[in-house]
């Protein structure tokens, strides 16, 4: 039975049961099994139905265990089951029960169960549950809860926090990664690594604020799927049609790019470069403008040529008088304000004088140099008519010989055509078979392409797979190696191979004899139901062989009577016989009985049922005062 309760105990671990250390199930504590059963129950269920604690109450206690009874009996539990089944569990109504709950959990629990588990996916498991237990309440608002408290459980005895606190803004700031840390076949310079070692600050310290920590760092991996997504889907669809390898194609993609960039920035020169000399020009064409029309300095002028002179020249020159008033000295400097207000009039008038004239001066050359084009098509078109008609004229003083000659030239130039098309016919049917040739040559090179790209894309999408189950393989031989250390390395595993093979040559040996007392059994009860057969048939024979003489011979009459008191003397001892082997049986069924009923621990089970029933009076005693007191 070690075996089967190292089986269930390990199921009962793998559905999230509280189980420490080394447990079995004579040992179990009442709460870890009720807390097993529970979780086997709702497992079948599908719900979460039943708590999977036990209250403090006595009373609260029984209705636990009366819930889970019935429950077990809804599910067609065949033994007798009750509150005491858990209450005052024993080890063998504690091994049938859990036997049959086991035995009861649907495929995938089962197949869950059968999976080596580490922390990580007990606590993912944990999680789903509850989410799911959750989504199975009904939603309250938050201001019908006290402080966000919510009660759960058949008597409220459980409660948990509902709600969200501390919400910000999804806000989140680039972060620095290093490259190729997980990955030791990765290209990285020593700088790189050095920069990664002793200068790149954690991840949780780029961001400004704690907060902004997630964000960043779900922008971040977002980030780089999306790259990988994109440049796998670029690889599949451009990369090998493209006959390159990855990173052929990547140097390529790399100087189209940078190719791209040197054109745009070669252009963007040019247009500066054109927009600055256009600068100039207008400059240029300002300076002529600096000094029209202002004549002789002003007074204004000379006061701050006198303010920012150097001390040098400032000893030399003698100081402009101060004016007599500050009135004087007010209405000069708004005297030159006017006047170069009317300066700055003047110049802004003739500034956009001078642009309509150069958008005029713009628009003539346009035409201009469009009436210049069409000009020149024009002449070029009466030259060639010239130089045609100035050779017809040269040749109209001899027009017999030189007709004579342009017949001769005629002739000789469509035969020179003939010829010329009988070898381009000969010439062109050539090319066209080649032609011909090279095209179905491309058709089968370009359908072998195809054939190929499909294959390497199946292929590529068998290596994933097989990355993905060896990454998951890996994984569960990290587990598997894991708990192996764990395990106690003095048994091995010869021992246990053996003592499986003892106990597969003890099964074969006691099913063997089995089968003999079996046989033997029906051929006693096979001769048995033979001699039954002969003795009533020769008792019946003898019956009327003596009953027809009876009546003649006295002695027949007394030998039918002492027949029939034999007959029946015999059938009181095989009915004697028969009662005694049912005797006997019962005897070792009460005997059974009582070795069961020895192990179910009756004494303790017994202790503990008054000191529950001491508690309960108790209980009851104070809620009667209670009562009372309320009352009063």
């Not at 310290?205 to 779900?218: A, E, F, G, I, K």
Request: with cysteine; glycine share 4%; hydrophobic share 35%.
């Amino acid at each position: 039975m070690e075996e089967v309760d190292n089986i269930i105990l390990l199921t009962l671990k793998q559905l999230g049961t509280n189980v420490e250390g080394e447990v079995t199930l004579k040992d179990i504590p009442t709460e870890v099994f009720v807390e097993g059963c529970a979780r086997c129950v709702n497992t079948i269920n599908g719900d979460d139905a039943l708590p999977l604690k036990m209250p403090r109450g006595m009373s609260a206690q029984f209705r636990c265990g009366t819930s889970l009874a019935e429950a077990c009996k809804a599910l067609g539990y065949p033994e007798d089951i009750g509150y005491n089944t858990f209450l005052y569990s024993n080890e063998t109504d504690s091994r049938r029960l859990l036997m049959w709950l086991v035995e009861r959990l649907p495929k995938e629990a089962a197949d869950e169960s059968s999976e080596v588990l580490d922390p990580t996916a007990l606590l993912r498991r944990a999680v789903s549950s509850e989410v799911r237990r959750r989504l199975g309440y009904f939603w309250t608002p938050q201001s019908t809860k006290d402080g966000s408290v919510s009660w759960r459980g058949a008597d409220n005895s459980e409660w948990h926090l509902e709600g969200a606190r501390e919400l910000h803004h999804f806000h989140s700031v680039t972060a620095t990664l290093p490259v190729g840390a997980g990955d030791a076949t990765a290209n990285v310079s020593k700088e790189s690594k050095r920069y990664f070692e002793k200068f790149l600050a954690p991840v949780t310290s780029q961001p400004p604020s704690y907060r902004d920590v997630n964000s960043s760092l779900l922008e971040a991996n977002a980030r780089e799927y999306t790259a990988a997504q994109e440049w796998e889907n670029e690889w599949n669809s451009f990369g090998l049609a493209s006959g390159l390898s990855a990173d052929e194609y990547r140097a390529k993609k790399r100087q189209r790019i940078r190719q791209r960039m040197g054109d745009k920035l070669k252009l963007a020169l040019v247009r500066s470069e054109d927009t600055s000399r256009a600068d100039s020009d207008m400059l240029t064409f300002l300076a002529g403008f600096e000094d029209t029309g202002r004549g002789e300095s002003t007074s204004f002028q000379n006061r701050e040529k006198l303010q920012f002179a150097n001390e040098d020249d400032a000893t030399s020159t003698q100081e402009v008088p101060r004016a007599a008033t500050e009135e004087e000295l007010r209405a000069q400097r708004e005297a030159e304000i006017a006047e170069l207000e009317a300066e700055l009039e003047q110049l802004a008038h003739g500034i956009a004088s001078m642009e309509s004239e150069v958008k005029d001066f713009n628009s003539n050359i346009s035409k201009l140099s469009s009436q210049s084009a069409e000009q020149t098509a024009a002449n070029s078109e009466r030259e060639d008519a010239y130089r045609v008609r100035k050779q017809v004229l040269d040749l109209l003083p001899d027009a017999d010989e030189n007709i004579a000659k342009l017949e001769s030239v005629v002739d000789a130039s469509g035969k020179r055509l003939l010829t010329l098309a009988a070898k381009w016919e000969e010439h062109r049917t050539k090319l066209i078979a080649e032609y011909r040739k090279l095209k179905a040559l491309e058709a089968t090179a370009q359908d072998e392409t195809q054939q190929q790209l499909g294959v390497i894309k199946r292929l590529r999408e068998e290596m994933k797979q097989v990355a993905e189950a060896t990454k998951a393989k890996e994984a569960l031989l990290n587990r598997l190696v894991a708990e192996y250390e764990k395990l106690n390395k003095d048994v091995q595993r010869s021992a246990y191979t053996r003592r499986t093979l003892e106990i597969v040559r003890s099964i074969s040996k006691q099913k063997a004899d089995i089968d003999k007392v079996l046989v033997d059994t029906r051929a006693l009860q096979k001769d048995i139901n033979q001699l039954s057969d002969k003795l009533s048939r020769t008792f019946t024979v003898t019956d009327e062989l003596i009953f027809k003489d009876a009546k003649k011979d006295e002695a027949c009459r007394k030998a039918y009577k002492f027949l029939a008191q034999l007959h029946e003397g015999c059938g009181l001892l095989v009915h004697t016989v028969e009662q005694t082997g049912s005797i006997m049986r019962e005897i070792r069924d009460l005997e059974e009985q009582i070795e069961t009923e020895t192990h179910k621990n009756m004494g303790e089970n017994l202790k503990r049922l008054s000191k529950d029933f001491k508690t309960i009076k108790k209980e009851n005693t104070s809620l009667i005062a209670q009562i009372k007191g309320g009352s009063s």
